[in-house]
T-cell receptor, first 110, second 112 residues
Framework: RKEVEQDPGPFNVPEGATVAFNCTYS??????FFWYRQDCRKEPKLLMS???SGNEDGRFTAQLNRASQYISLLIRDSKLSDSATYLC???????????FGTGTSLTVIP | DVKVTQSSRYLVKRTGEKVFLECVQD?????MFWYRQDPGLGLRLIYF???????EKGDIPEGYSVSREKKERFSLILESASTNQTSMYLC???????????FGEGSRLTVL
């Protein structure tokens, strides 16, 4: 079983739509959770960390459900510039290792 | 502004050649990582280092070696490149074991 699993999509949504991505993780000892954004042929960049209480940054909301071992990312009022691949990243406190989902592709259509 | 710099953005090498990929970070981070990214497979860890001269194998170390002689520099070496090592290679660093990962721009290697 993979450490982190994501629906690869693609998600094609119209501008202004709300879209949600989920990611499940297998290691219950995982401590840190992140969403990264990766544009085509570019490096991943941190979009937001995910905290137990959930957190919001503008149009983006991230949530963590430890009991069910999943994290989610909600994007409201989608913009064309949101088109990218969104990577779920999970880390335990051991081994200095980060585990990546394969990414979810989002295309926002005019 | 924090920065991770990879020496080459694009390389084309022939089978059997030795390949060096260099990565330098200016954030005084202890942890450095080398990943490869392939379509449908996501990022896979090749090696990581949590201190100078220390290294640990990741999930796919076969065919690769690394060197960390200085804190800011982490090199990936392909002793004898093969076509199945054609990929995007990403270097990253982090301050703590579970802190934010900062990535370099990537090195796209093609082995003919």
């Amino acid at each position: 079983r993979k450490e982190v699993e994501q629906d690869p999509g693609p998600f094609n949504v119209p501008e202004g739509a709300t879209v949600a991505f989920n990611c499940t993780y297998s290691n219950s000892a995982s401590q840190s959770f992140f969403w990264y954004r990766q544009d085509c042929r570019k490096e991943p960049k941190l979009l937001m960390s995910v905290y137990s209480s959930g957190n919001e940054d503008g149009r983006f909301t991230a949530q963590l459900n430890r009991a069910s071992q999943y994290i989610s990312l909600l994007i409201r009022d989608s913009k064309l510039s949101d088109s990218a691949t969104y990577l779920c990243v999970v880390s335990a406190n051991t081994g200095n290792q980060f585990y990546f989902g394969t990414g979810t592709s989002l295309t926002v259509i005019p | 502004d924090v920065k991770v710099t990879q020496s080459s953005r694009y390389l084309v090498k022939r089978t059997g050649e030795k390949v060096f990929l260099e990565c330098v970070q200016d954030m005084d981070h202890e942890n450095m990582f080398w990943y490869r990214q392939d379509p449908g497979l996501g990022l896979r860890l090749i090696y990581f280092s949590y201190d100078v001269k220390m290294k640990e194998k990741g999930d796919i170390p076969e065919g690769y070696s690394v060197s960390r002689e200085k804190k800011e520099r982490f090199s990936l070496i392909l002793e004898s490149a093969s076509t199945n090592q054609t990929s995007m290679y990403l270097c990253a660093s982090s301050l703590r074991a579970v802190g934010e990962l900062f990535f370099g721009e990537g090195s796209r290697l093609t082995v003919l």
